[in-house]
Structures are given as C-alpha cells and as structure tokens.
C-alpha cells in the first residue's frame, strides 16, 4: 500500500475531545484526486462502539463492519455485510443487488446469510467460517486508524466476504466530520405502564377505518409461585425450558396479570370487536417503578444488540409463560396440556408439588415470534416487576383524550 500523506482536512481538537469523552463522532477516509470517500468511520465509545462503512467510486456504501468494545483494549466483530452492484447505475442497498450478512457473537455462535440474487432471490442460512482470531481486533489509539483500510480494501476475512483486490489506493488522509449520527439503539422498552391502565388509548393497529387500541382487560392469574426467585420466561411447549434470567428475585408468591387491548373494526360491513393480549407481568413489589432494564440470561450481553435489536423469548405454540426455574423442567412440555386447561381467558396453570412452584401460561399476543421481558425497578434499586411485552403496543403512539 503506497505512503499516506495528509492533505484536506486534518483532526481537529473537538474530535480528539468527543473521542475521550466516548461522544460520537465521525472520521472519513478520503483517497487524492477521489470525489466519494474510501471509508467513514463511526466512533462512540461510551456506547462501546466502532462502525466502519466502505464505498465504491460511485458513492455507493458497499461493506459495513460493526465492532464492539466487550475488553478494555480489544474490539469483537459483530456484524459484517457485504453488497455487489451488478451495474454502475444501481443504487445503493437495491433489492436485487447480492449481499451476504454475517453475525458473530462472543460464545462462539454465529450466523450467515448469503443472497446472491438480492432480496428477491433465494438465500442460503449457514454458520460463519470465521476463525477466533480474525473475530478480534486491538483497540487503536486516536487517529490510528491504518487498520480500517485493510478492512475496506484486503478484507481480512474470509474469501466469502472478501472482494477481488483491486490496485493499492493512492495516498489517503483523514478528516472528521461533524457526528450527524447516532449508535446503535437496541430496543427500548415502551408504554409498560400504560399497558396495564384500563381505558389508555393507542393509535390504531392499521392504516384505515378502524378504531384505536384501548387497553381493555387486566385479567388476574393465579399467583406466580417462585420457591427459588430464579425466573423463566419460554413457551410451554417447548422441549426444555431454557436458562432463568439473571437476576433473580426474593422467593414467594406474586401477583400475576395479564393484559389485553381491543379496537373496533369491520368485515364487508359487519361490525367488530377484536381483542389481543398485549403483556402479562409479575408483580413483586408495590413500589413505583422509575426504570427498566432488559432481562438477561447468562450469555446475552446487552453490549451486541444492534438497532432494534434485543434478547427474548421465544414462542411456537402461540403461548408464553412465566415460571420458577425449580419447577420448569417438571411443567414444561407436556403434550396437549394447553388445550385441555386453559381456563375461558386463555391462562393455563399448573401445579409441581414437589417443588412448591407453578407455571402460569397465556396467550402471546399476535402468535409465534420472540418477545422481551423488561424488569421494572424502584428508587432503591429492588426489582418491582416483570413484564413480558407482546410488542404490540409498543409499537403504537399514546394517544391524547
């Protein structure tokens, strides 16, 4: 690679200031005699964070290499994604253009997903070939940045991500712009209050003539019986019911409920009334809640979660529930049980005497999917409840009387 020389822009002191603040910032790579960028770095390390976009000659952002600051002086490769422009005039990110996406997580797990004809063609889900040492990267002091070119020119990956190597750029100089960004913003919890007040109103399910969401049952369970505190949240159904959250609670019985919202709709003119269960929670205190934190189970590192992105439960029968992880393996599984005692509302309960717990089950929302459990804590820091969102008010906006 020939000698870099700088020219344009250089760093300026308020980058090296955001930089020691961990405030978000942004550093372009630009190429001598070159319009559009080599690179954009996107920097915020009080999130933890370092992103890296490649562009072509025309602009276009072709490679995205998201990295993690999980160690003081090492970054983890998340997420890698690649796009091929089959002709000069296709646009960036165009449904047919092929794109292979990897992600990698810090346990040793990853996934693959290659789609050669775009968005429109089929897709190959595999697991990544990437070797251990090529998933971490020491941390750079500021404006040593050397590294990224290999990153959005070699590759330094493997050959299915890496791209036939064209000339060696030409000298390269960095300058940094303004941070008209943000970092990653996994999912954020939402209305987990308003769910469980009868009578709150929401913006309607869909675009159309139907009538907004207004919470419309809090339905009592039977209490959650917790001999040992160590919460899990699965479906039923499932063969084995998975690790309990991290943080436990103190053992007892709490309170259990359940909520649904209704909208009014219709059906070549005939009116109507259409309910989902929208949460259910644990109550552990009566205190007032001031925050929330995603729940957690041993593994899942809140730190990875891109955009949108969050750690749940998943869900294949329809039906989530809450459980004591004493309990669990005795409770959950069994054949038909949903069907057969499910009381009028569509809660399940089931009984293990041998360790005193129980298994509360109820209808999940829209159906199949994986949903968060927010834990809600109070001033003092004790846990108050948890709650399970169905992600369908979540998504609405409040709406104001």
């Known amino acids: 690679m020939g000698r870099r020389v700088p020219y344009g822009s250089r760093p300026d002191e308020r980058a090296s200031d955001r930089d020691a603040a961990g405030e978000p910032y942004a550093v372009v790579l630009r190429e001598e005699g070159r319009p559009q960028p080599v690179a954009v770095l996107h920097i915020a390390w009080a999130h933890g964070y370092f992103g890296v976009w490649a562009y072509d000659d025309r602009g276009r952002r072709t490679r995205e290499f998201d990295l993690r600051r999980l160690e003081p002086k090492r970054l983890f490769l998340r997420h890698v994604a690649r796009w091929r422009y089959g ?38 889900h595999t697991m990544a070939d990437m070797p251990e040492e090529q998933r971490w990267i020491p941390v750079s002091e500021f404006g040593a940045w050397e590294w990224t070119l ?27 712009a303004t941070a008209n960004w943000q970092p990653p913003s996994p999912l954020r919890h939402r209305h987990l209050d308003e769910m469980f007040t009868p009578g709150t109103r929401f913006s309607p399910p869909h675009d159309g003539d139907v009538g907004p969401y207004v919470v419309q049952r809090i339905i009592d369970a039977e209490p959650l019986r917790l001999p040992t505190g160590h919460v899990i949240a ?72 891109r955009d949108g992105e969050f750690y749940g439960f998943g869900v294949d029968s329809g039906t989530g529930c809450f459980v004591d992880a004493a309990a669990a393996t005795r409770l959950i599984g069994r054949e038909n049980a949903l069907t057969q005692d499910a009381n009028p509302d569509g809660i399940l309960v089931r009984q293990d005497p041998e360790s005193g717990g129980n298994l509360i089950a109820y209808p999940s929302g829209m159906g199949d999917g994986t949903y968060p459990v927010w834990i809600g804590r109070d001033v003092d820091g004790e846990v108050t409840c948890l709650v399970a969102d169905m992600l369908i008010l979540g998504h609405q906006e409040l709406l104001n009387d």
């Open 87 to 124: 002709t000069e005039d296709m646009p960036e990110f165009a449904q047919q253009a092929g794109r292979v996406r990897v992600d990698l997580y810090p346990d040793g797990r990853s996934r693959k997903v290659s789609e050669p004809q775009g968005s429109g063609g089929g897709s190959l």
């Open 150 to 176: 290999a990153l959005v020119t070699d590759g330094q990956f493997p050959d299915a991500l890496r791209e036939a190597p064209g000339t060696n750029p030409t000298p390269l100089a960095t300058a940094f």
């Open 234 to 305: 699965c479906d039923p159904s499932w063969i084995t019911p998975g690790k309990p959250f991290t943080v436990a609670v103190p053992p007892g019985d709490y309170p259990t409920q359940i909520a649904t919202a209704a909208y009014a709709s219709e059906y070549e003119g005939t009116p109507l009334h259409l309910e989902d269960y929208t949460a259910a929670r644990v109550l552990i205190s009566e205190k007032p809640t001031v925050a929330w934190e995603l729940a957690l189970r041993p593994g899942e590192d809140p730190r990875t979660l």
